[in-house]
């Protein structure tokens, strides 16, 4: 729990640095994209751009993130399914063992 506060103190810090710098920036300017161009004021432009990276930074970690979870579950699993052949083969060798 603590480091869920931790993170969305850390992001909200983050936040408030970029509209804080952007808050500064009144300029207009022209920000050409692929399809059309567009003129923002700089600090909107660095608030949308700043958001768009984060939001992008947050989906590939937590693809990676996710993408491990998936890999422990299944080694896991397999380890289990691996000693309980272990434990198998162990009584079998006893019972051969004993008799």
Same mark, same amino acid.
């Given at each position: ?10 992001? *909200? ?40 990276? *984060? ?21 896991? =699993?397999?380890?289990? =399914? ?10 079998? =060798? ?6």
């Amino acid at each position: 729990m603590i480091k869920y506060i931790f993170g969305f103190i850390i992001a *909200l810090a983050i936040i408030l640095v970029a509209i804080t710098v952007g808050a500064n920036n009144d300029q207009v300017i022209t920000f050409n994209y692929i399809v059309a161009e567009s003129q923002f004021q700089l600090s909107t432009l660095v608030a949308i751009l700043f958001g768009l990276g *984060l939001i992008l930074g947050w989906f590939i970690t937590g693809f990676f993130y996710l993408k491990l979870k998936l890999k422990n579950m299944s080694l896991n =699993r397999q380890i289990k =399914r691996q000693s309980l052949q272990i434990s198998e083969l162990t009584s079998v =060798r006893e019972k051969t063992k004993a008799e």
